[in-house]
């Protein structure tokens, strides 16, 4: 298995949902093809792209056609205004036009030149892409790109390549074991180790601000999922549940801002019914949001993004620290290095390996961060994780209609509750008498991952995908 180095800023980007491997990964190939071939000494007059294996299944439900086309504009999904989205692919359909870079026309007719092939897969991943660009002077420019989950795209070109960043970092860590002997030489927990591997990108400075930025972006995202009613778009008519929770809880408390909506839901007290509540709503509504085509955060996938920011904001709201900002550094950071080890050692792709990877990672991440910013020690936040990891094992991707929606939206309320519950036994356990080990679960997950049928990785072709009749799956 390749080395690499990644930083906490890999685990959590800034995107547009619903997918991260399905919307984000081809968006990114996308501008990276187009960058490519606009600096082409020649013009671009005929562009098409071709999909594969899971990526033909689900990409309808999960947006890859409009991540694609706005790819090819070189849109950024970080800034792009979601308010267009749908105005700008229907002109597209429309006119059979696309401006590639933003800038320079080609007819394009997403019906014939973005092509499904729903019963091939490219060798590498499940979830590849092809794309293919015609010059005016004959002469024919083409890539093949993966999206390995989480919204890291692969070149082909890249699969074999090795980063050269690992021995830059102070303190490589390729295993838990690895975590485990940089925490205990160094004396820093999880998060001080993942604070000083991030100098190697940046200035501590820089980190502390792009963190406290996805975490603004994490938050309003509960917000906004809590202010918006309504169904959900796809076909599927799944109604938002997020807001109609949360004015239920608030009972009338009034509010104009997240700074007084965090007030009114403290004012509701800390008995185990209303935090559950809360717990479940946050995480509703990320999800939704991310359904919607909203903006949020990969953590570490889109069909995971709730789980992190419900179990983060369910702490500061209910169990808050002295400093809100070095509280939200600390745990995103612990959670990231969690989320890095499962990358590195199995999967984040569901494609790869069903939702163990996606829910089962983002609550063990989830539960090892809640247990450092509870006073755990490093051998107790590593055991939350892996208790959170334990019981998601063999979980399968079965995404009814191919929409991130059911049981998706769902299953990140029972990621966070789990994360929460394995923090908990964490923190009164003792390690020593653990008889599975994070590196251990890790690897129980990959080979699961290995023998899991295709059906259940991300193809929409089993499992509640296939028992729920729905005008969009018929059995
Ligand atoms: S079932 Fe799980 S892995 Fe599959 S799309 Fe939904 S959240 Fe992602």
Same mark, same amino acid.
């Given at each position: 298995?390749?080395?690499?180095?990644?930083?906490?800023?890999?685990?959590?980007?800034?995107?547009?949902?619903?997918?991260?491997?399905?919307?984000?990964?081809?968006?990114? %190939? %996308?501008?990276?093809? $187009?960058?490519? $071939?606009?600096?082409?000494?020649?013009? $671009?007059?005929?562009?098409?792209?071709?999909?594969?294996?899971?990526?033909?299944?689900?990409?309808?439900?999960?947006?890859?056609?409009?991540?694609?086309?706005?790819?090819?504009?070189?849109?950024?999904? $970080?800034? !792009?205004?979601?308010?267009?989205?749908?105005?700008?692919?229907?002109?597209?359909?429309?006119?059979?036009?696309?401006?590639?870079?933003?800038?320079?026309?080609?007819? &394009?007719?997403?019906?014939?030149?973005?092509? &499904?092939?729903?019963?091939?897969?490219?060798?590498?991943?499940?979830?590849?892409?092809?794309?293919?660009?015609?010059?005016?002077?004959?002469?024919?420019?083409?890539?093949?790109?993966?999206?390995?989950?989480?919204?890291?795209?692969?070149?082909?070109?890249? !699969?074999?390549?090795?980063?050269?960043?690992?021995?830059?970092?102070?303190?490589?860590?390729?295993?838990?074991?690895?975590?485990?002997?940089?925490?205990?030489?160094?004396?820093?927990?999880?998060?001080?180790?993942?604070?000083?591997?991030?100098?190697?990108?940046?200035?501590?400075?820089?980190?502390?601000?792009?963190?406290?930025?996805?975490?603004?972006?994490?938050?309003?995202?509960?917000?906004?999922?809590?202010?918006?009613?309504?169904?959900?778009?796809?076909?599927?008519?799944?109604?938002?549940?997020?807001?109609?929770?949360?004015?239920?809880?608030?009972?009338?408390?009034?509010?104009? *801002?997240?700074?007084?909506?965090?007030?009114?839901?403290?004012?509701?007290?800390?008995?185990?019914?209303?935090?559950? *509540?809360?717990?479940?709503?946050?995480?509703?509504?990320?999800?939704?949001?991310?359904?919607?085509?909203?903006?949020?955060?990969?953590?570490?996938?889109?069909?995971?993004?709730?789980?992190?920011?419900?179990?983060?904001?369910?702490?500061?709201? !209910?169990?808050?620290?002295?400093?809100?900002?070095?509280?939200?550094?600390?745990?995103?950071? %612990?959670?990231?290095?969690?989320?890095?080890?499962?990358?590195?050692?199995?999967?984040?792709?569901? %494609?790869?390996?069903?939702?163990?990877?996606?829910?089962?990672?983002?609550?063990?991440?989830?539960?090892?961060?809640?247990?450092?910013?509870?006073?755990?020690?490093?051998?107790?936040?590593?055991?939350?994780?892996?208790?959170?990891?334990?019981?998601?094992?063999?979980?399968?991707?079965?995404?009814?209609?191919?929409?991130?929606?059911?049981?998706?939206?769902?299953?990140?309320?029972?990621?966070?509750?789990?994360?929460?519950?394995?923090?908990?036994?964490?923190?009164?356990?003792?390690?020593?008498?653990?008889?599975?080990?994070?590196?251990?679960?890790?690897?129980?997950?990959?080979?699961?991952?290995?023998?899991?049928?295709?059906?259940?990785?991300?193809?929409? *072709?089993?499992?509640?995908?296939?028992?729920?009749?729905?005008?969009?799956?018929?059995?």
């Amino acid at each position: 298995m390749l080395k690499e180095s990644l930083s906490v800023m890999d685990m959590f980007k800034i995107g547009v949902g619903p997918s991260s491997s399905h919307t984000l990964g081809p968006w990114t %190939a %996308a501008r990276r093809f $187009v960058t490519k $071939v606009l600096s082409a000494p020649y013009p $671009v007059i005929r562009m098409q792209v071709t999909l594969f294996g899971s990526l033909a299944k689900t990409g309808k439900g999960h947006g890859t056609d409009i991540a694609i086309l706005l790819g090819l504009r070189d849109e950024d999904p $970080v800034t !792009f205004d979601l308010r267009m989205l749908n105005s700008l692919i229907d002109q597209i359909h429309q006119q059979q036009r696309i401006h590639l870079g933003g800038k320079h026309a080609i007819a &394009f007719n997403p019906l014939t030149d973005l092509v &499904f092939r729903y019963e091939e897969s490219l060798p590498r991943h499940p979830n590849g892409m092809h794309f293919l660009a015609h010059l005016d002077n004959g002469e024919i420019v083409s890539d093949v790109f993966y999206s390995t989950g989480g919204g890291f795209v692969t070149h082909e070109q890249e !699969f074999d390549q090795q980063s050269s960043t690992l021995m830059l970092l102070p303190y490589p860590i390729e295993c838990a074991a690895d975590l485990s002997k940089w925490c205990r030489n160094s004396g820093l927990p999880i998060s001080g180790v993942v604070a000083e591997n991030e100098k190697a990108w940046r200035s501590a400075e820089e980190t502390h601000q792009q963190v406290l930025t996805i975490w603004q972006v994490m938050r309003e995202c509960i917000y906004e999922g809590c202010q918006t009613g309504g169904e959900l778009p796809g076909g599927l008519h799944v109604e938002r549940r997020a807001f109609g929770i949360s004015q239920r809880l608030l009972n009338g408390a009034a509010y104009h *801002d997240y700074a007084s909506w965090c007030e009114a839901i403290r004012s509701g007290g800390l008995s185990f019914a209303n935090t559950l *509540d809360w717990l479940s709503c946050f995480a509703l509504a990320v999800n939704e949001q991310n359904a919607a085509f909203g903006r949020v955060v990969t953590a570490p996938t889109n069909g995971s993004a709730g789980v992190i920011p419900a179990v983060l904001q369910f702490m500061l709201l !209910f169990d808050p620290p002295e400093d809100e900002d070095t509280a939200v550094i600390k745990f995103l950071f %612990a959670a990231s290095e969690i989320g890095c080890l499962f990358k590195k050692r199995a999967t984040i792709s569901a %494609a790869m390996g069903g939702c163990q990877a996606e829910i089962g990672v983002s609550s063990a991440m989830a539960a090892a961060a809640l247990t450092e910013c509870r006073g755990g020690s490093v051998a107790q936040c590593l055991m939350a994780a892996e208790i959170a990891m334990e019981h998601h094992l063999g979980m399968t991707c079965d995404p009814i209609g191919g929409l991130v929606q059911v049981p998706c939206i769902e299953r990140n309320v029972m990621g966070a509750i789990k994360a929460i519950t394995a923090s908990q036994l964490a923190l009164s356990g003792d390690p020593d008498k653990a008889r599975v080990s994070l590196d251990a679960v890790i690897r129980t997950m990959w080979e699961t991952a290995q023998d899991m049928n295709h059906k259940y990785k991300e193809t929409a *072709d089993g499992g509640l995908a296939r028992v729920i009749p729905t005008s969009l799956s018929e059995c």
